[in-house]
């Protein structure tokens, strides 16, 4: 009995003895990895070379910190026998292969790595990248698609190399997620190249979805065209954008061809909708103590000097056209040597079309109008809140309500 517990008992230091060698051994082997420097990374291998981790860090710190491709290519090749379903490994490895010029080996790297990971989007894009460094196109763009599918963050850098290498907008239209916010990147990037046909294509693919659009992200499109000077598309854009979205539906125009004259709604800064930039000498806010309809006016407080209040709107037009323009105001102690107007102008030469009566002192609600006529090319006027000159001291309240544009009557019956 004595005999097999001392048997017994030094077997069990044995094993002891190896699993403490063994720990002690991995446990070095780690801080040597750790330590990131060739030497001791290369001592970690020595201790555990059947580590897959070791042999890819080996790899990788000859390959980028000692540009030494020719020594890596073997550590990389270990590190996917020891495990061939770690993507990370092939990659690298297709990498170390692209060093030495191995195409054809770089190439069955990729494809390995993929099919090992084929729905991570990390994967896709850094084997969407070696395809195109190997100028292979078509394998490069499958992987892009993973890519902008799997990670929104990815969509920006994707559409931008592609473009880059392709500049083609229906190949990279065929491998855009179905995701509203990415045929918007890719509009954004093509209007920022000037490729107007290109953007108007996505833009029109973009509606075909049929998908909600969060017209916010959306609006500087229509921003984009008026700064062009194509009003038409412009205006296209902006009742498309309306038709997928409840809450800019509201801002449609009826008769009146400003939209939210009233300044029910919250003002949006941009496409077709009220414009708003600080001024010197004048605070604007919306008012729902004083309103002559709805619920609340536009309240313009002066003091000091300025001719703009900053609020404006841009209005398609039609040219050789007749209009009233009009709007409801009231003042309280508005005190200067010119009040406040309504003015219209072209939105892109700035010639004055007209100017509303001016308000001064105080006043109760009353309507103020004028009409004009738009010249042979206008397609876009500006209503704007201002007064000329502007360098006149001026203190004050100013309110503002139903603002309108329209064609006058018998324009519209020399339309029809």
Request: glycine share 6%; aromatic share 10%.
């Amino acid at each position: 009995m004595t005999f097999k517990r001392t048997i017994g008992l030094a077997v069990c230091i044995v094993l002891v003895a190896v699993y403490g060698w063994f720990a002690t051994r991995s446990f070095r082997a780690s801080r040597l990895a750790s330590s990131l420097d060739v030497p001791s990374v290369e001592r970690a291998v020595a201790l555990e070379p059947r580590s897959a981790a070791y042999q890819d860090l080996l790899c990788r710190f000859l390959l980028f910190d000692k540009q030494e491709p020719s020594a890596a290519v073997p550590h990389c090749q270990r590190a996917t026998q020891l495990n061939a379903y770690h993507s990370t490994y092939w990659l690298d490895l297709a990498l170390a292969y692209y060093s030495v010029g191995a195409e054809h080996e770089q190439q069955q790297a990729i494809l390995k790595a993929v099919s090992v990971d084929p729905t991570t989007p990390d994967v896709a894009w850094e084997a969407a990248n070696l395809f195109l460094a190997q100028g292979k196109v078509p394998e490069a763009l499958p992987q892009f698609a993973v890519a902008m599918r799997g990670d929104p963050n990815l969509v920006s850098p994707s559409l931008d190399l592609c473009w880059r290498t392709l500049h083609d907008v229906s190949a990279i239209q065929a491998i855009l997620p179905p995701d509203p916010a990415a045929y918007l990147q890719f509009v954004r990037l093509l209007t920022t190249k000037n490729e107007w046909e290109g953007a108007h294509q996505i833009w029109s693919a973009l509606i075909l979805l049929d998908r909600g659009i969060d017209y916010r992200q959306a609006l500087f499109y229509v921003d984009s065209l008026l700064q062009k000077g194509d009003v038409a598309r412009a205006n296209e854009a902006w009742d498309q954008l309306a038709s997928r979205s409840a809450t800019l539906n509201r801002y449609s125009r009826t008769d009146n061809l400003v939209v939210d004259g009233g300044f029910e709604k919250e003002i949006l800064n941009a496409g077709f909708d009220w414009r708003y930039s600080a001024q010197s000498g004048s605070v604007v806010s919306l008012d729902s103590a004083e309103f002559r309809s709805g619920s609340q006016s536009l309240l313009i407080s002066y003091h000091g000097t300025g001719g703009d209040s900053g609020m404006f709107q841009h209005v398609p037009v039609k040219p050789n056209t007749q209009y009233t323009v009009s709007a409801w105001t009231k003042s309280q102690k508005l005190e200067s040597a010119n009040g406040p107007v309504i003015s219209v102008s072209d939105a892109y030469n700035g010639k004055l079309y007209a100017e509303t009566p001016e308000t001064l002192g105080t006043t109760v609600w009353h309507r103020v109008e004028t009409s004009f006529q738009t010249g042979p090319e206008s397609e876009l006027v500006t209503v704007r809140l201002s007064r000329d000159p502007g360098n006149t001291l001026i203190d004050g309240e100013f309110w503002v309500d139903d603002v309108s544009l329209r064609p006058t009557a018998e324009s519209v019956r020399q339309q029809e």
